[in-house]
């Protein structure tokens, strides 16, 4: 379980940096333009269909409902053609209607922007089909405890681009703006190719190109369990979304504040972010497949010894970095961004944000790995309306927060939701059984253990505001 975890939490390291990297020469070549502005939105619709639709919900319904099937090799590729169909269609139709889809995703783009903008928007689109090809194989990898080639190949995305970016030196902007369109497809292929290989490498093929040859024939022997599937895929899709939703209403309510709350909500939320994926996600991800398998097994006992162990290296890596984040805030920030026309109230803007959501990554981090158990036990419904309920705290609270404290007001409501979210995931999964996960001389290490490192870092905060 332990190198799962490493794999993935590297993985994600490597496609930070490469992004990083992608980042810093996209601001070199583009600026902050039209131009830079078209290409955002113009990948900002795929992207968005990825983390709501084809990662996050596919996978927490499919492998569960993969591992129940006893007609594994049908049912994987009735839904992959099923699926794939439908996101089929919703690309062809954004080729034929570009203007509408570019304007439904920039309402504040005048027409002779969204005429710039639509080959670009049709040119990027296609890269959720084949990202969704890329998740189906990375949940059958996951499946059989490979992570590997999916924590590895998000980074190929990022090179992609940069690499796009070299070639287009010296070219016009709007050329540039071509180059990295082009790009995000030719990442999306190298990504599916590197899974196809693994898929064979590993011996795997059979089960998962095989369905294909006696789907019609057996197609009717899975209804059932494809209609399970549907049933449960579309609260998931919703218990993903309320994210995106939230971080949506994060930027709609930043623009009626000063100007700036929008990029120290971008810059805070990016720092936070980190954490959260390099352990929090990771973890869940590595852990996922075992936990299905055992529940599906009707194995709760090693299921919740699992969960366990995963529950207290999380717990004290999630710790650590709340620490480290609240404390060192300002330094953080000032290391990262504080250079050219970031200036030193705007350091201290974002700290202030950063502080509020660094409070949520410990109970953000945890829910991440308690909803596990909810949707390996097929309950993608409750898992719904948690997420239902934290979105409408969230709302509720923003909107109280927003006049008293401005754009950390926001950030303390996501933070705020974020508790009512791993509450309310608590409930569902059992409060006792919590407590008992609770009651260990772990629980003693971690206290004694945030005891020292609070004062290690307030030392080292002293230290460090000596040479700012």
Request: charged share 15%; no cysteine.
């Amino acid at each position: 379980m332990f190198k799962a975890i490493f794999t993935n939490s590297f993985g994600i390291l490597v496609s930070r940096i490469f992004g990083f990297l992608r980042d810093l020469m996209t601001a070199s070549a583009l600026g902050a333009n039209i131009y830079s502005d078209i290409f955002f939105i113009a990948f900002k619709l795929p992207n968005l269909f990825r983390r709501i639709f084809a990662e996050g919900a596919f996978t927490q319904v499919f492998i569960p409902a993969f591992a129940r099937s006893r007609h594994k090799a049908v049912f994987s590729a009735n839904i992959f053609l099923l699926f794939l169909s439908i996101i089929l269609l919703i690309t062809l139709l954004v080729n034929l209607l570009p203007e509408l889809a570019t304007k439904a995703m920039a309402v504040g783009f005048d027409d002779e922007t969204v005429r710039i903008a639509t080959p670009f928007v049709i040119i990027n689109f296609w890269y959720l089909p084949l990202i969704f090809a890329v998740t189906f194989l990375s949940a059958m990898l996951q499946y059989r405890h490979h992570f590997a080639t999916s924590a590895f190949s998000t980074a190929l995305l990022n090179i992609s681009l940069i690499l796009a970016l070299y070639f287009s030196q010296d070219k016009s902007q709007a050329e540039i703006v071509y180059y990295l369109s082009y790009g995000v497809v030719i990442g999306g292929i190298l990504q599916l190719i590197v899974h196809i290989i693994a898929i064979y490498k590993m011996g795997f093929s059979k089960l998962v190109f095989g369905g294909f040859k006696y789907l019609r024939v057996k197609s009717k022997i899975i209804k059932k369990d494809t209609r399970k599937f549907r049933n449960q895929f579309f609260p998931a899709v919703w218990g993903n979304s309320t994210a995106q939703v939230s971080a949506f209403l994060d930027t709609f309510l930043a623009s009626f504040l000063v100007t700036g709350s929008i990029s120290y909500l971008y810059y805070a939320n990016r720092i936070f972010q980190l954490p959260l994926a390099l352990f929090a996600i990771a973890t869940s991800i590595a852990l996922f497949p075992r936990i299905a398998r055992y529940l599906k097994n009707q194995d709760e006992k090693r299921a919740l010894a699992f969960l366990e162990k995963a529950f207290w290296f999380l717990a004290f890596l999630l710790v650590g970095s709340t620490l480290g984040g609240i404390i060192l805030a300002h330094e953080i920030t000032w290391l990262l961004f504080e250079r050219g026309a970031f200036t030193e109230q705007d350091t201290a803007n974002t700290t202030a944000v950063l502080q509020m959501y660094m409070i949520g990554l410990i109970p953000f981090g945890l829910q991440k790995l308690f909803v596990l158990w909810l949707y390996a036990k097929e309950m993608q419904m409750r898992a719904a309306k948690i997420a239902t309920f934290s979105l409408v705290a969230y709302v509720v609270l923003a909107l109280a927060l927003i006049t008293p404290m401005g754009v950390s007001g926001l950030a303390l409501a996501s933070t705020a939701s974020g508790f009512v979210s791993f509450i309310l995931t608590i409930r569902v999964f059992g409060v006792k059984k919590f407590f008992d996960i609770l009651l260990n001389k772990n629980a003693i290490y971690l206290l004694a253990g945030t005891a020292f490192l609070t004062i290690l870092l307030l030392f080292f905060k002293d230290i460090i505001s000596a040479y700012i």
